[in-house]
């Protein structure tokens, strides 16, 4: 059975139009999988100058893009509209009014088609390029890298990125049980609010990530410490970083002498931001990591541990899993971000053995 997946994805702020090719034998497994179109148009350069993500101007960047966004992924996939099988759409979690745009788009898609609606939760789809990396065709740029085989179940799961911090257990590619969520704010929406206290641009993950190296490489890495994994006693796998972010906070109205007011990091010497950056860094990613432990610990059935999401991108981060001494799998960089090919590979997982079915609205939250 061969199936032709156009996905979409705007819960935040990328407008992202994928198409897959995904073939699967008499059992259901997936036999094979070409991306033939990948393309994302992220609104970061729109949102930098106010720190972070507005909702109301993202819902609009969506609206003006992709009906062009969709068009360019068919030119590219050398397709016709009506060779599509079925439409795969991002249902939640995210920013109404910007996941109002691609749901409604791939409704009225699939409804002037005739074909099914694949309705796909966003936090899901992060760990679906983990899960069937190996099946990639060597041609894309999105290669396999590495062996799909080696993801043995119970697996661990964690989604790290700007809006969500889940912890799972999966027995299987679609048996997820969540383990732990964020109480607050996410991990990523951390590094954008640090970075906004620092001066510097939004996304802030990638340039916190810089400044830490910065500081490593000068030594520079003593003046400052966080609360790296605050007490959670009733629940060991649940993440918190609004305490982290105000304890920088704190610490910069200590180091500047601004008590009231706006920070900016205007006041901070190039030194001190990159120390403060380190010691973020080093609270944040252990929090993350004494997760992941705990979890480990208390399911010692754990086979391996599986890595997606935006701060997944973090080389440091990475880097930290080797003292787990567990097979991890990370999700390549190239979508570890928010984009369509998840969805369409989450949409391919899901979808029956039998072709697709109409999945309900369910509620995503
Ligand atoms: O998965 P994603 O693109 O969007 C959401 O679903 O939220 O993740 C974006 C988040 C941003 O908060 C960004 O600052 C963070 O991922 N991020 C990083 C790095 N690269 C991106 N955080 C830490 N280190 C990085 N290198
Ligand atoms: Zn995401």
Redesign the pocket.
């Known amino acids: 059975m061969q199936n032709t997946i156009l996905a979409i994805e705007s819960?935040?702020d990328?407008t992202a139009v994928s198409i897959i090719k995904v073939k699967k034998n008499a059992q259901g497994q997936i036999i094979s999988l070409n991306i033939l179109a990948h393309e994302v148009e992220s609104q970061t350069e729109i949102h930098a100058p106010f720190g972070g993500v507005v909702p109301e101007v993202a819902a609009r960047d969506h609206l003006a893009k992709i009906y062009d966004i969709a068009h360019k992924a068919l030119n590219v996939s050398k397709l016709k509209k009506n060779d599509l099988t079925a439409i795969a759409v991002t249902m939640g979690p995210g920013l109404i009014g910007a996941l109002m745009v691609g749901v409604l788009f791939a409704r009225g898609l699939a409804m002037s088609l005739n074909i099914p609606l694949i309705s796909v939760n966003?936090v899901d789809a992060?760990l679906a390029p983990v899960l069937l990396l190996k099946q990639f065709s060597p041609k894309d740029d999105l290669r396999a890298w590495h062996d799909v085989e080696a993801v043995s179940f119970p697996a661990l799961a964690l989604t790290v990125?700007?809006?969500?911090c889940h912890l799972s257990l999966l027995e299987s590619p679609n048996e997820r049980k969540i383990l732990g969520k964020c109480l607050d704010d996410?991990c990523?929406?951390a590094?954008?609010k640090v970075a906004k206290l620092l001066g510097l641009a939004y996304?802030?993950?990638?340039l916190?990530?810089e400044l830490a190296k910065q500081a490593e490489k000068s030594a520079n890495i003593n003046d400052f410490s966080y609360p790296g994994k605050p007490a959670n006693k009733e629940n060991r796998y649940n993440f918190s970083y609004s305490g982290i972010k105000t304890a920088v906070m704190e610490s910069i109205r200590k180091e500047t002498g601004i008590k009231k007011g706006k920070i900016t990091g205007k006041d901070l010497s190039k030194e001190k931001k990159q120390s403060i950056a380190y010691a973020f860094q080093q609270a944040a990613l252990s929090q993350l990591l004494n997760r992941i432990e705990n979890a480990l610990e208390d399911f010692p059935e754990i086979k391996t541990v599986l890595v997606a999401?935006?701060?997944a991108?973090?080389k440091k981060?990475r880097s930290l899993f080797a003292k787990l001494n567990k097979p991890t799998f990370f999700a390549p960089p190239s979508l570890?971000?928010?984009n369509a090919t998840m969805i369409a590979l989450q949409a391919a997982l899901s979808e029956n053995t039998d072709g697709f079915t109409r999945h309900p609205f369910a509620k995503y939250t």
């Open positions: 819960s935040c990328e966003h992060h990125s700007g809006g969500h996410a990523g929406e590094f954008d996304p802030g993950g990638p916190i990530e999401g935006g701060v991108q973090n981060f570890c971000s928010d």
